[in-house]
DNA sequence: CGCAGCTATGGTAGCGATACCAGAGGCGAG
DNA sequence: CTCGCCTCTGGTATCGCTACCATAGCTGCG
């Protein structure tokens, strides 16, 4: 107990926060106004760096020390600064999650799962909206590299050539998600978008059907679950599919339209939707028509979001496990932080297909 | 604009003898491999404050220089770190928004909107989840200002005295949303809850109800729709309220159970509830046991959400410009940063009823 | 011709924290 | 009584960047 009394030159005590003492000389040129790690040492009569291990690594500190410095930094508000922190350590305690778009349900469940995940390791997220062609993407990762994360969580696995050199030159972990590859740029959680489509495929031609429309947006993920679809309906004979291709990201709306456009150019059976939404527009919009679902007309859709199950029919869709996409994409980045797992790590959390009232 | 083609063997940061080369005596006791503004500067034979202005204020370097530094900060793929610049500066170009959720999809509109606003004004976000009761408010508060951000966004105005405390400490810009009061922490974007609750409350009794039930989530902002409405009805003679009580966040299933539970205990001729989600569940609700809406019983929402208008029949609701808090949130904020704006400013968005199909 | 008043650039001194290693006690063992 | 080891604490040297001020050329004006 090496305690010592502040020493005579301390600031003024509790009353006012210790803002703007001087500190070095006769007047300190760049105040701030803010209470410092010495500040705090300096009122608890103990070394900076104990201080330190106080916030930091408590055990390392007796439990008087630990409990008279806690109570300086009560009395004074002290907020510890994790730019400095971060800059001495080279640990951030960040870690950047690339989305393309939050209003987009799909991947919030995901990144809500990674980002409590994290936050019980003491890690926060920074969220950065790539927005929906990833057209943002390359300045997105530079601006958030700047950060200094500790990891990186991505949505997808197309990235351009400037994006994989800044990724690998970074030289932290890096977790793609919501596809699958065999050669990830580091770790990945996620599932193949092609086997989807062919497993819908092979769903609906297993009930007969031939003359297929597609209500597709034109993301690459999409895409793949349509080259899936297509691959394996190719295989049929007889089979004639049309698609509608509606600009991402989905809306009812564009669902409604699409099926629209369809209708005026044909009579399909089955329609696959490229997601619940425009699934959910299509279904209005055969209502709206008065055509009969799914006798006369067969519908999918993709993500069983929340209402697939409440539309009238229910809707049949592709489910995934959203949330467990962004817990296992934070397990594999805690465990590369930790420096317990190395090397690549591929997980496929697959998919299940929801056979409700519409098909 | 990039003259030259990112080679693979451009000086990555690992083998160059330049980039990653020892700084001070023998060896570099600390060397972490990556590119910093000094290599930059010495590569370039320019001064570190040279390449810092080329990076932050192009305008005051001259064209020459800025170009040849601009070619060696490609060629060996400098990212500036802004943990450094910012412990320097004191300007983290970091906001924080703070929100109880975004798998909800009501408040993730103004966020984006917020976040893109931002984003071309050269600040990033950082995005705060703070559960549903806010039971981590006030750790995520200090969390979240140890990164010392520029100014920070919040959602709701019921705020713990620790957490006040902490922001006034932290002397930033503060914008609360989604509520009024005449009394903000700094800023305010939002609207008035209990003005709400008392406009659909006139609009139902000019419809003639007089036999209310609430479907309602337990939230503050929640409540004060429900205290303006209760008050405006408590007004009318003859009036009877029911209230089926959920707990947030709401979902559609719950919103269903809602309608069940007021059912049991009675027959409301109207039911307000206190989102469009449980307004949705309870349709579905009505549905399922061959209520007619509106003839026997009208509904009515809150948000507008996107689904409002497609639901049989069409959910009446209340509409609030969303993404228009989050841009206006943060306008205020950077009229702040840039000293323009002093004092405190208040701005209420307002909102408009719906009157859709189910009323 | 001399002196402002630019513009373009550089030197110095931190910002607030942690890594690294050293040192001071305390305590049981030889 | 001395040694070795463990626990707890402190001193020093950075981390990578920017604020602040100084300086060197140059232009234009009286």
């Not at 991402?248 to 399909?268: H, K, V, Y």
């Not at 590369?336 to 998919?351: C, E, K, L, T």
Request: net charge positive; glycine share 8%; hydrophobic share 45%.
């Amino acid at each position: 107990m090496s305690r010592k009394t502040p020493k005579p030159s301390a600031p003024p005590p509790a009353a006012s926060p210790a803002a703007g003492a001087p500190r070095h000389r006769g007047r300190s040129p760049r105040a701030t106004g803010s209470v410092t790690l010495t500040d705090v040492a300096r009122l608890a009569g103990v070394s900076p760096i104990t201080v330190s291990r106080v916030v930091n690594r408590p055990g390392l500190v007796s439990p008087d020390t630990a409990a008279h410095v806690q109570d300086v930094i009560e009395r004074t508000g002290y907020v510890p600064n994790l730019l400095a922190g971060g800059l001495a350590s080279k640990r951030s305690r960040l870690v950047a999650a690339l989305v393309p778009s939050i209003t987009n349900g799909i991947f919030v469940e995901a990144v809500q799962a990674f980002t409590d995940r994290l936050w019980d390791a003491g890690y926060q997220v920074l969220l950065g909206l790539s927005g929906y062609p990833a057209t943002r993407e390359d300045a997105l990762v530079a601006a958030v590299l700047s950060r200094r994360p500790d990891a990186l969580y991505l949505t997808g696995i197309n990235h351009s050539a400037a994006t994989r050199k800044l990724l690998l030159n970074a030289r932290i972990p890096v977790v793609e998600t919501w596809d699958m590859t065999p050669t990830p740029i580091d770790m990945l959680v996620g599932f193949s978008h092609e086997a989807v489509g062919q497993a819908v495929a092979r769903h609906l031609l297993a009930r007969g059907h031939r003359a297929f429309g597609l209500v597709w947006a034109d993301d690459a993920r999409a895409l793949a679950r349509q080259r899936g679809f297509m691959r394996e309906v190719s295989g049929a004979p007889a089979v004639r599919v049309d698609v509608a291709t509606v600009p991402a990201p989905s809306t009812l709306t564009l669902g409604r339209q699409g099926l629209a456009t369809l209708l005026a150019r044909g009579t399909p059976t089955a329609v696959f939707c490229s997601s619940d939404l425009l699934a959910h527009g299509a279904l209005e919009e055969a209502r709206a028509r008065g055509i009969a679902v799914p006798s006369a007309l067969a519908l999918m859709g993709f993500g069983d979001l929340e209402f697939a199950q409440h539309t009238h029919p229910a809707l049949s869709t592709v489910h995934v496990d959203r949330a467990s996409i962004g817990r296992r994409a934070a397990e594999l980045v805690l465990a590369r932080i930790d420096g317990i797992a190395q090397g690549p790590s591929v997980i496929d959390v697959g998919f299940i297909i929801v056979d409700r009232g519409t098909t």
